[in-house]
Each structure stands twice: as C-alpha cells, then as structure tokens.
C-alpha cells in the first residue's frame, strides 16, 4: 500500500501547454513572428532539443537562455536570448491553469492521509508560484525541482535527492506520477520505484519504459490507489 506519491507538475497537475501557447504567442508578436504557426513549429523542434539535453544532464540555465536566440535566428533576426527568455517566463510565471478535476484529487488523496510531494524538471521560482496561485500548493508537503537538485528526470540522482531528504520514503510504498514517459517512467523504473503514467492524449506506449498502472483521466487516481 502506498503511502508516499510524487507527483510530475506540467501536464500531469498544471495545465502547462495553456501558458505556453499564450506565452509564445505575445512573444512572437512582440518581436516581430506574424508567421505564428512557422514560428511555433520551430519553437518546438528547438525546445523538444534543449529538454533532451537537460534530461541527459546538459546545463539548463544555459540551454533555456539560448533557445529563443536560435529561434529568432532562423528567421533572420537577432535577439538577446537571455531577456527573451525573461519575458516568456513571465507568462509562464503566471499560468496557472490546472488539467481537470486536479484539485478534487489532491484534496481527496490529501484526505486519506497520503503525503504528497512534486517531483519536477520545471524551474523551481515558476512552479512555487504556479502551485500557490492555483491553489494547490497546500496539498504538497515539499516540492523539489531539477533546479535545486541539480539533476533532472530521469537520473536516478534526481529521486535519490528525494528520498536522502524525506527520511520516511521507502521503495515499496512510494509511487511516481507522471505524464512523461522518458522523464517519469524511465526514471521512475530506473530508481526502481512504481509509476503510474497519467496518459491524457492517449498514445500508444512503443517504448521500453512501462508504467505499473496507466490512467487516462485524474479522477482514476482516486480508484486505483
């Protein structure tokens, strides 16, 4: 019986992909991107690069402060990379939309006495104030990022971080949340812990990393725990 879940933030809890589309959009626009779709769609060929890096343990800071200067780059023009970056963090700063029905399943997992914890590659200012400001920050009893720990998912060093500062953590009770295959359930089954993938989209899993138990609405948390 699992006492301990760790939950992923972005797309598992935190509408993520809500701020970032408002957030490119006013960047865009305001640095002169009339083409939107061109510009979203090399965004994110540059931006799914940069995480793939962070995950394999690339320095994050530099990569994140690098990527809208690339951007802009293979449009012809020249920004400062790092101010850039700056105003989009603003908007993301300030999403804080949540997925479906995530408050009524922490207060209900909170209720029934299991510690809660985050457990994100996010950037650690970011998530602190997205929790706060959604209202869900009062269900975690500690929140830990990639940031601070210095390692993100999937290293095995990121849940050892987790479990060297929660004395009572142990394997056979603790269990991973998560939306992202490589980053959650990798590094989940990496660590040898239980995962659970919050599969919203519905994708087929070819990859070698396997989730205990799959769910493809919050509200099924509330059942299979």
Known sequence: MYKTLIFDLDDTLLDFKAGERYGLEQIFLAHGLDDLTAANTQ?????????????????RTKLLNTRFAKLFAEFGQAVDGQKVELEYRHYLDTNYAQIPD???????????????LAGTNGVKLTQERRLAASGLAPYFAAIYTSEEIGYAKPAKEFFQYIFQHEAQLSLSDTVMIGDGLSADIQGAQIFGLDRIW????????????????????????????
Do not use: C
């Not at 965004?43 to 320095?59: M, P, R």
């Not at 919050?198 to 899993?205: A, C, E, F, P, R």
């Open 102 to 116: 995530a408050q009524l399943v922490l207060a209900n997992l909170h209720d029934k006495g299991y510690r809660i």
């Open 43 to 59: 965004y994110q060929i540059i931006n799914q690069a940069v995480w793939q890096q962070v995950e394999h343990g690339a320095d």
């Open 198 to 225: 919050v599969n919203l989209k519905k994708q087929s899993n070819t990859s070698a990393f396997k989730p205990t138990q799959e769910i493809q609405r919050l509200v099924e948390l509330m059942e299979v725990l």
